[in-house]
């Protein structure tokens, strides 16, 4: 759960527990993975976004969720809501 290298300027983490896996966290990282181009565990190539794995982080009831940089949650994650979160990351 430690990160062994720099892991980008925004670090998503998505849930993979049994919770968040029957609620469609496949889907989130079929998703991410089409969008940013990148597998767990890797950065985009500018360094912008990295993807990891994450365990349970207790909001099943808001599955599937992931965190960014550890600090914002974001939950009840469709394709269409990632894509508004990585349009707001990328503003910034």
């Known amino acids: ?28 990282l079929d998703h991410l993975n089409k969008r940013l181009g990148i ?24 599955a599937p969720l992931l965190t960014i940089n550890n600090k914002k949650m974001c939950g009840r994650l469709t394709s269409e809501k990632i894509d508004q979160i990585l349009a707001e990351l990328d503003k910034q």
């Open 39 to 62: 597998g767990l565990g890797e950065v985009t190539p500018d360094g912008k976004y990295g993807l990891r794995e994450g365990e349970c982080m207790g909001a099943c009831v808001d």
């Open 1 to 28: 759960m430690y990160n062994l290298k720099p892991m980008g300027k925004h670090t998503l983490t998505v849930c993979t527990n049994l919770s968040c896996q029957l609620c469609g966290s496949g889907d989130t």
